[in-house]
């Protein structure tokens, strides 16, 4: 019934009786698929939806309060980082959703933490879990989970106060965290002047918009299922996807597969760089970048806020339509700070380009004994 490339969907149920009575079931890694029940609650009211939210994992949690709907996720593990707790908000349990970013971060001992909210004699209740105890001498980790609770505080706006996992938890009385001014959040990236960037223009695409000159996967959604971005494999500056032209093009946009990650920040930006490798082979096991042709040389500093999975485009103008020659190899890529978690890039598990590879640092990228590519699509002109 919902038919993925991921095998392991369907996992991680979650039930809410609105106060319209509805009942509706959420579950799923890494989709959140949502469905309407029949009064039953033992069959399906309709067809299976998708909820669309950036950085999701797994073991959702479905929440109302005040009219207004909670989605409690899991996120980032499949961003290569330890799970956190992150919220979005919606006046449908349809959408469109509102991510607000991350509630709570990892959880002691364990690689997961998963969410559930109750309210109980007026007080918000957060329950989740860790992997601190120990039982006859064993610890914690994957398998021996700790059930924890702490309390829970709501913004008159509908927004939640971050929650600290604390060792007391509910075993001290609820004291509401001062109401102290927040700290001013990193400025936002704006992009450079030579590029347009449009986003959320398609969540899990299986086919690329318009007509691509050139395009590096064909499915997006169903072949590249892989997050890369610049914490990968202990730190990338870049990460580039090569591709050998046997036109001459004028390049006038480029179109990803991406999304997830925090945001690209004017300390954490993301630059976009083409380079001419000349005639080598696209596949080469390493490459060696030049001039960049994009911003007189300097790159193009794109903006970015957090999406779900889905496509990004680039709009070059001006000087940043460049001409690309015929049998000519390039490689496009995003450069950031090692370690860094502003978007992720999405990537084939074994090699479905034959006309280039995916890089990481301008060395090629295996998955197991697979070579990548990076989901990719020109648009431009032929000349």
């Not at 509706?24 to 890694?29: D, Y």
């Amino acid at each position: 019934m919902t038919p993925t490339p991921n095998f392991w969907d369907d996992i991680d149920p979650t039930v809410l009786v609105d106060d319209k009575g509805d009942a509706w079931l959420a579950w799923g890694n890494p989709n959140c698929f949502l469905a309407k029940l029949k009064p039953n609650m033992t069959e399906l009211d309709g067809p299976i939806q998708k909820i669309h939210v950036p950085n999701y994992t797994e073991g959702p949690w479905l929440d109302q309060r005040n009219g207004l709907y909670y989605l409690f996720y899991p996120s980032f593990a499949h961003q290569g980082t330890g799970e956190k707790i992150c919220y979005a908000t919606a006046r449908k349990i349809t959408g469109p959703w509102t991510y607000h970013g991350i509630l709570t971060g990892d959880a002691e001992g364990s690689y997961t933490i998963h969410p559930g909210v109750v309210e109980f004699k007026g007080q918000s209740l957060f329950f989740y879990h860790n992997a601190a105890l120990t039982l006859n001498g064993e610890g914690g980790a994957l398998g021996r989970r700790a059930i924890c609770a702490d309390y829970l505080f709501y913004n008159s706006d509908g927004t939640i106060q971050p929650v600290t996992q604390t060792k007391e938890g509910l075993s001290v009385s609820p004291k509401r965290p001062d109401t102290k001014p927040a700290p001013a959040p990193s400025k936002p990236s704006v992009s450079d002047a030579g590029v347009t960037v449009k986003q959320d223009i398609q969540p899990d695409p299986e086919t690329w918009p318009g007509k691509p000159v050139l395009a590096t996967v064909e499915n997006p959604y169903r072949k590249a299922i892989r997050a890369v971005g610049f914490n990968f494999e202990g730190g990338r500056s870049n990460l580039g996807q090569t591709f050998k032209i046997d036109h001459d093009l004028k390049l006038q946009g480029v179109a990803l597969y991406a999304g997830d990650g925090m945001g690209a920040t004017d300390t954490e930006s993301v630059t976009l760089a083409i380079y001419d490798l000349g005639t080598i082979d696209p596949t080469s096991e390493t490459y060696t970048a030049e001039t960049n042709l994009l911003g007189s040389g300097s790159g193009l500093k794109i903006a970015y806020q957090p999406q779900a999975r889905g496509l990004l485009q680039f709009t070059f103008s001006d000087s940043n339509q460049i001409t690309l020659q015929a049998g000519h190899t390039y490689a496009f890529e995003l450069q950031g700070k090692p370690g860094t978690l502003p978007l992720f890039w999405r990537c084939s598990t074994e090699e479905v380009f034959e006309g280039g590879s995916a890089y990481g640092d301008r060395k090629r990228l295996k998955d197991d004994k697979n070579f990548r590519d990076f989901a990719v699509a020109l648009y431009g002109t032929r000349k």
